[in-house]
């Protein structure tokens, strides 16, 4: 039972204070830049080191280890499964950014 009740109070109390803190213009904007910040930083190292960008350019990424370094001999030895679904995805990226 107490527990529940100290943690509804800090809920409360946190709560509170971010109430004060962005009672200010200036202040949400604060938190807004950085938040935005945040997740295109996030989005970005995802985006850089996507198993689906090595899948469809083998052999141009600068991660040299053995599989990807297979899945390289695979492609020059004529498979394109990877190279086949890594293109359909971009097409579909391309076509929802031309939708917004």
Sequence with gaps: ?????????AGA???GIMGV???KEENKNKLKDKVR???NKVKDTNKSNSTLEDAGIPDQTEDK???QLENAKMVS????????YYNEVKEKESEEINMK
């Design 1 to 9: 039972m107490r527990k529940r009740y100290i943690a509804s109070a």
């Design 13 to 15: 109390i946190g709560a």
């Design 21 to 23: 803190i962005l009672n």
């Design 37 to 39: 910040y945040i997740t």
């Design 65 to 67: 280890d053995t599989a």
């Design 77 to 84: 030895e004529g498979s394109q499964f990877g190279v086949d």
